[in-house]
């Protein structure tokens, strides 16, 4: 499977402006980041060049399947004493990458179209799925305002989004993914459990073989 690099086609099935509602608070922007790529993707690169992908250990030990990093004041850490946000990089003891400009349009412009304007996010995790890897269902509990939103932006490999319900045992939806969707939840939607099923082979221009994910929060 191949699938093209910027132009709406990547949108899947739904033409880029469609929007899937979740839930009363919960929205799916179809195609929402492609207009920002030619400037998001450069961007983005530059981080990874910065603060390289890496695969953090679990509370438990284990080393997670996903590769991760961050942008913004705080980054999204795992290890042995937890999950939480840290103004370093543990690898290197520096202040994680700048949240880059070209950012900051995208989340604000996405989080105003699914009704929460003013938006601004402090942190940026950075999610590289490769085929076969998934996220367990899982609830966003460290940020310290529930009342911000959560800004999730798709690039590459399409994927499932396991939408589920406030309690870990709700049977999820199925929710495919494109490149350049944007799923934004908040409100009575934002402890909803979610993850991802496990992305399938494939390759595309822009990413490779691989799904890029990243999610805008306010963590402090």
């Known amino acids: 499977m191949t699938l093209p690099l910027f132009d709406d086609d990547g949108a899947g099935p739904a033409p880029a402006g469609a929007v899937t509602h979740l839930g009363a608070r919960a929205v799916v922007l179809r195609g929402a980041a492609l207009s920002h ?5 450069p961007a983005l690169q530059a ?10 250990a679990t509370p438990g030990g284990r080393a997670m399947q996903l590769a991760l990093t961050n942008c913004g004041a705080l980054g999204w850490v795992s ?16 202040p994680w990458p700048a949240l880059p400009a070209p950012f900051l349009p995208l989340a604000q412009s996405a989080a105003a179209q699914a009704g929460f304007d003013g938006f601004a996010p402090d942190a940026c995790l950075i999610n590289r799925y490769t085929p076969g890897t998934r996220l367990s269902l899982h609830q966003d509990r460290d940020e310290r305002d529930f009342g911000q939103p959560i800004v999730s932006v798709s690039l590459g490999l399409p994927a499932v989004f396991l939408w589920g319900g406030l309690q870990r045992a709700d049977r999820p939806q199925r929710v ?34 691989a799904r890029i994910n990243f999610t805008f929060r306010r963590a402090g």
Do not use: E, K, N
């Open 37 to 41: 790529l030619p400037a998001v993707w």
């Open 47 to 56: 981080v990874v060049a910065q603060a390289g992908f890496r695969h953090m």
């Open 79 to 94: 290890d042995a004493r937890g999950y939480r946000y840290s103004a370093q990089d543990p690898a290197t003891g520096q």
């Open 176 to 209: 495919p993914l494109f490149h350049g969707d944007v799923v934004v939840w908040g409100g009575a939607d934002r402890l909803r459990f979610h993850g991802v099923a496990p992305v399938p082979d494939g390759t595309h221009p822009l990413t490779g073989a």
